[in-house]
């Protein structure tokens, strides 16, 4: 039996060095002198962070900062609050066309995204949005797997006899929905939430046909551009790339147990 | 009559609440849809020709397109070689971090998510700079250790172009499924398990006959998930390639072998000077039409297995 432990420790503990190690190296090679990198074999950490920091922390950096950040706050608002006031109509009223129009929800889920998205940047084109933010923002607006993860909360965890008895006492239905519902999908809503959050944030394709103006990138094309802006910099880059991480990862720490219900939810629930 | 007057105002409500949704998806997500479909059949392009063509997009794509074919083929082995692998070790990893014998449990699975934390982006760059040729970690290490005497261009060769794609998105999804596998195993009822202890099964027999069984719904989930996503790869192999390790920006990696559908369709649509959109379209369809045939393929497959048990 003790063995059989220790043999385990060492297996999981070398898969999990093996694994580690393509994102230790990220963090490691952002310490070095960018010459130096290409030398020796940078495994241990090495003192040239604060330089390369002033190298990488630029305006045009922060600013594809900024964008990201923005864009993915207006993306995920968006986007959830369309979700969360959909969900209720399935979840909570009767009315016509309801099954089909539920079913016609869960059919879009199977649909690529990928489809329309040539005549999406042409669309764009034609309202004068390209260039602008307003296409990745607008893209979170007809999130098809949100609409059905709030309509299955709503349904099991918002109790109908409270919105009836709000009704009897004379409440309007928005406001049913604003103070009464939507305290209950707090849970819900931070879980939807992050994985719009990280969907927006790590957004490559749309920004890379949508916008071709520096100030404009969010960081995923800031990123990939750094190689361009400073060629002989690589040490710089690869801490742009930490940088870039670094959201997800603090995200990560306070939301994992959330999260990881977001996604595993519906699949594990069956 | 009261009772009525209350219902129709409550009738409102509901349409009012879906109608953003729906209005949204039909402007900015049917019309596009359909419209790509329409373009599919025209030589649309930037340069003015709008002409309707019918079915030479496709039919050039079919039968006269041999990158297109490449593309395909691309995608779907590399499916083959990392979906098999994903499921085997993410399944057998997962039952030996959920075993009673393990403490740490939090701390392996946040090492094996970490990849899957790191930014899409920052994946294809940190592989195309281990593999550099001159200056990358794998040819420093390796002549270091005396393994090879010369260094190896692994970015240029078409073979290990393809087994870099491989291990990248083995390495970015292996935390994925882990966490899928190891939600799944604490949903298994503990006496199940206690059971067949009693009854004397084997490990082995306790993996092979409770645990994968049981994780049939999971599995279904992510290997359907797993090829839908599979063949619209195209982030991973393009920032490979994106010129930051050397002598690496080229489209579709050498020879065309990490090239993607997806990427093509890009190539074809955004990309230097064709920005043919009646291409991209028919590449987009195409590519659309295999996702349904496989992913049909696939569930089809998974449910008759089964049935048969």
Same mark, same amino acid.
């Given at each position: 039996?003790?063995?059989?432990?220790?043999?385990?420790?060492?297996?999981?503990?070398?898969?999990?060095?093996?694994f580690l190690f393509p994102f230790y190296m990220m963090l490691t090679m952002g310490t070095y002198y960018s010459e130096d990198l290409f030398k020796t074999l940078p495994i241990l950490p090495s003192s040239y962070l604060l330089e390369n920091l002033k190298t990488v922390v630029s305006p045009s950096f922060l600013l594809n900062y900024w964008n990201s950040f923005?864009?993915a706050?207006?993306? !995920?608002?968006?986007?959830?609050?369309?979700?969360?006031?959909?969900?209720?109509?399935?979840?909570?009223?009767?009315?016509?066309?309801?099954?089909?129009?539920?079913?016609?929800?869960?059919?879009?889920?199977?649909?690529?995204?990928?489809? *329309?998205?040539?005549?999406?940047?042409?669309?764009?084109?034609?309202?004068?949005?390209?260039?602008?933010?307003?296409?990745?923002?607008?893209?979170?607006?007809?999130?098809?797997?949100?609409?059905?993860?709030?309509?299955?909360?709503?349904?099991?965890?918002?109790?109908?006899?409270?919105?009836?008895?709000?009704?009897?006492? *004379?409440?309007?239905?928005?406001?049913?929905?604003?103070?009464?519902?939507?305290?209950?999908?707090?849970?819900?809503?931070?879980?939807?939430?992050?994985?719009?959050?990280l969907?927006?944030w790590n957004n490559y394709?749309?920004p890379?046909?949508?916008?071709?103006?520096p100030e404009?990138y969010t960081l995923p094309l800031g990123i990939a551009n750094l190689s361009t802006q400073y060629r002989t910099d690589y040490s710089a880059s690869i801490l742009g790339l930490t940088l870039g991480t670094l959201p997800l990862i603090i995200l990560f720490l306070?939301?994992?147990?959330?999260?990881?219900? *977001?996604? !595993?939810?519906?699949?594990?629930?069956? | 009559?009261?009772?009525?007057?209350?219902?129709?105002?409550?009738?409102?409500?509901?349409?009012?609440?879906?109608?953003?949704? @729906?209005?949204?998806?039909?402007?900015?997500?049917?019309?596009?849809?359909?419209?790509?479909?329409?373009?599919? @059949?025209?030589?649309?392009?930037?340069?003015?020709?709008?002409?309707?063509?019918?079915?030479?997009?496709?039919?050039?794509?079919?039968?006269?397109?041999? @990158?297109?074919?490449?593309?395909?083929?691309?995608?779907?082995?590399?499916?083959?070689?990392?979906?098999?692998?994903?499921?085997?070790?993410?399944?057998?990893?997962?039952?030996?971090?959920?075993?009673?014998?393990?403490?740490?449990?939090?701390?392996?699975?946040?090492s094996?998510?970490s990849a899957y934390m790191t930014t899409p982006v920052a994946i294809g760059i940190i592989f195309a700079l281990l593999f550099d040729?001159q200056g990358g970690f794998v040819?420093n290490l390796?002549?270091?250790?005396?393994?090879?005497?010369?260094?190896?261009?692994?970015?240029?060769?078409?073979?290990?172009?393809?087994?870099?794609?491989?291990?990248m998105?083995?390495w970015k999804?292996?935390?994925?499924?882990?966490?899928?596998?190891?939600?799944?195993?604490?949903?298994?009822?503990?006496?199940?398990?206690?059971?067949?202890?009693?009854?004397?099964?084997?490990?082995?027999?306790?993996?092979?006959?409770?645990?994968?069984?049981?994780?049939?719904?999971?599995?279904?989930?992510?290997?359907?998930?797993?090829?839908?996503?599979?063949?619209?790869?195209?982030e991973e192999?393009m920032l490979l390639?994106s010129g930051w390790a050397s002598?690496t920006s080229?489209?579709?990696?050498?020879?065309?072998?990490?090239?993607?559908?997806?990427?093509?369709?890009?190539?074809?649509?955004?990309?230097?000077?064709?920005?043919?959109?009646?291409?991209?379209?028919?590449?987009?369809?195409?590519?659309?039409? @295999?996702?349904?045939?496989?992913?049909?393929?696939?569930?089809?497959?998974?449910?008759?297995?089964?049935?048969?048990?």
């Open positions: 039996m003790r063995l059989q432990k220790l043999l385990l420790y060492v297996v999981l503990v070398l898969a999990s060095l093996v923005y864009v706050v207006l993306f !995920t608002a968006a986007s959830v609050g369309v979700c969360a006031m959909t969900g209720f109509a399935f979840a909570k009223y009767e009315f016509r066309g309801k099954g089909f129009l539920y079913g016609f929800i869960l059919l879009t889920m199977m649909i690529p995204g990928q489809l *329309g998205l040539i005549a999406f940047v042409m669309e764009m084109k034609w309202f004068h949005l390209n260039n602008t933010h307003a296409p990745l923002i607008i893209s979170g607006l007809n999130n098809a797997f949100g609409v059905f993860f709030m309509t299955q909360f709503m349904r099991s965890s918002v109790p109908t006899e409270v919105i009836e008895s709000a009704r009897i006492d *004379g409440c309007t239905e928005p406001r049913i929905f604003g103070s009464i519902v939507i305290p209950f999908l707090m849970p819900a809503i931070s879980t939807l939430g992050l994985i719009c959050f969907g927006s394709l749309l890379l046909v949508t916008i071709n103006r404009l306070f939301g994992s147990k959330t999260l990881v219900r *977001g996604l !595993t939810g519906g699949a594990v629930k069956g | 009559m009261a009772k009525l007057a209350g219902l129709n105002r409550k009738n409102k409500w509901p349409y009012l609440f879906i109608t953003p949704y @729906f209005l949204f998806y039909a402007v900015f997500s049917l019309f596009p849809i359909v419209f790509t479909l329409y373009l599919s @059949f025209t030589d649309w392009d930037l340069f003015g020709n709008r002409n309707f063509i019918g079915l030479d997009n496709y039919k050039q794509l079919f039968f006269n397109d041999k @990158f297109f074919w490449k593309s395909m083929f691309n995608v779907i082995l590399f499916i083959a070689c990392y979906l098999p692998a994903l499921v085997l070790i993410g399944m057998l990893l997962a039952s030996l971090i959920e075993s009673k014998l393990i403490k740490r449990k939090t701390f392996f699975r946040l094996f998510f040729w040819n390796f002549i270091e250790l005396g393994w090879i005497s010369e260094k190896i261009n692994w970015l240029g060769d078409s073979t290990s172009a393809r087994w870099i794609v491989i291990m998105v083995f999804n292996l935390g994925y499924f882990l966490m899928f596998y190891s939600a799944g195993m604490a949903s298994i009822d503990n006496s199940v398990y206690e059971a067949a202890q009693i009854d004397g099964a084997s490990p082995k027999d306790v993996f092979l006959r409770i645990t994968i069984p049981l994780l049939k719904p999971i599995n279904l989930f992510l290997i359907v998930t797993t090829i839908i996503g599979g063949l619209q790869m195209v192999p390639y002598g080229m489209v579709g990696g050498p020879d065309g072998s990490v090239f993607t559908p997806i990427w093509y369709m890009f190539d074809a649509s955004f990309n230097g000077s064709s920005f043919k959109y009646g291409k991209g379209a028919a590449i987009a369809y195409s590519t659309f039409l @295999f996702i349904a045939l496989f992913s049909l393929v696939g569930m089809k497959w998974l449910n008759r297995d089964g049935d048969s048990k």
